[in-house]
């Protein structure tokens, strides 16, 4: 990892802990400030990074004035006013998955800036070899961001793991591992590797500070956010003293919105992780084999894509309006209207005539499809990795793309 990509990550922790002046005065930021500021350095760093974002603010002459508005705003929202990621993305008109990538691209803006601005050499940058950089720097965690294919993690999936990898601990403590999750808990919004990373720490933490038999790992769902609670009884005549494993836990949770909180009483620790929920996007499937329907179904399945199905058009076209579809796999041979006309159709309605149209059938016919509006075409019988293939070039063609 770069330089620039460590600094960056001591930047985003800085941010997420801008009223922390603990945490801000063993920040590697603090080369940041000038030589004299020995009184008060978190503080002086405090003020450095909020007067950075406030120089963020655009001129209403610059030709980037609207994108710069942008991250000026979700700055100031997000770490000046301390704004919820779903106050600011209702405020800002945009979904909670889409916020985030924007939030990414508004720290590596500050980050650019305040960079160039830095008075050193790359050798005495923040966060390279310095003994003091905290533990999101000394990982090379960048990539969890960038890493697209892996963006969402199914829980239950990935707690079967972290159970295993934390069974040898258990037993070393003679102690054991329960969970039990809701049935229909979601993807979440956080990279595979950060999660099972992050529950490791936590388990791993709870076992060895037990005093009971047993490590209790719960889950419930709220508002976007799915909260985990890792409980344990704690020895009576020794008081939890919190942990320093658990930061590292918590830098990973912040890069991906989450959080992790610690509370102990006298005989029980209880710590809670609270991690966003993927927000899915809507696949509409008209079909009139709801046999097609479940299969597609389960191919989408822990992905970011959820398929609602209607079998008659006539039905799927009322419910356009409510579903709101990222896109629509359309069969052609259907009673009471087929595909073609109804194809047709939701080109001549301004509402769809953009949206992704997937032309789905036994029909070898996919100039046609193509003429007609079609975006893409797929041949039945399909299998999973076409239909998801098909999925993952929609970010691609926002409207009517032939291929």
């Known amino acids: 990892m770069s330089s620039s990509d460590e600094f960056s990550l001591h930047l985003r922790s800085a941010l997420n802990h801008l009223y922390d002046p603990e945490y801000l005065a063993k920040s590697p930021l603090r080369r940041l400030l000038p030589a004299h ?41 997000r770490y000046v006013q301390r704004l919820t990621q779903e106050e600011i993305a209702h405020q800002l008109g945009v979904s909670e998955r889409q916020l985030r990538r924007n939030q990414n691209l508004a ?63 258990a037993q ?11 049935p229909d808990i979601p993807p979440l919004a956080i990279h595979p590797v950060a999660f099972r990373q992050v529950f490791v720490i936590v388990l791993a933490h709870a076992l060895q500070a037990s ?53 102990a009483s006298t005989t029980q620790l209880v ?37 609602v199905g209607f ?19 359309l069969d052609v041979m259907m009673p009471n209207m087929d595909g073609w006309e109804m194809l047709r159709r939701l080109r001549r309605d301004a509402a769809t005539a953009s949206l992704p149209i997937i032309v789905c059938t036994m029909l070898k016919q996919p100039e046609l499809a193509h003429a007609l ?7 039945k019988p399909i299998t999973q990795a076409d239909f998801l293939a098909a999925l993952a070039r929609l970010d691609a063609h926002s409207g009517i793309a032939p291929q």
């Open 37 to 77: 500021v020995a009184r008060e350095p978190a503080l002086a760093l405090q003020s450095l990074l909020i007067r950075a974002i406030e120089d963020l603010r655009p001129r209403s002459d610059s030709l980037l004035a609207e994108r710069d508005q942008a991250v000026y705003e979700l700055l100031l929202y």
């Open 107 to 169: 720290i590596r803006v500050l980050a650019d800036q305040l960079w160039a601005a830095y008075p050193g050499d790359e050798a005495s940058t923040p966060g390279v070899d310095d003994p003091a950089a905290d533990s999101a720097g000394d990982e090379s965690f960048a990539w969890l961001l960038e890493d697209e294919q892996e963006a969402l993690t199914d829980p239950n999936g990935a707690l079967v793991t972290v159970t295993e990898l934390a069974e040898p601990l």
């Open 172 to 182: 070393r403590y003679a102690k054991a591992v329960a969970w039990s999750l809701p």
């Open 211 to 263: 005093n009971g038999p047993m490590v209790l790992l719960t889950a419930r769902q709220a508002e976007g956010t799915v909260h985990f609670a890792v409980e344990t009884a704690l020895p009576a005549s020794v008081a939890w003293d919190g942990g320093a494993d658990l930061q590292q836990a918590e830098e990973l949770l912040h890069l991906f919105g989450g959080a992790l909180v610690a509370s």
């Open 271 to 307: 710590l809670s992780v609270s991690v966003p929920v993927y927000e899915q996007e809507t696949v509409l499937v008209i079909d009139d084999n709801a046999d097609f329907i479940q299969l597609l179904r389960r191919y989408a399945s822990g992905t970011r894509f959820r398929v």
């Open 311 to 329: 079998q008659d058009p006539r039905v799927a076209l009322r419910a356009l309006a409510t579903v709101q579809p990222r896109a629509i796999v």
């Open 373 to 379: 509006g079609g975006t893409f075409f797929l041949a």
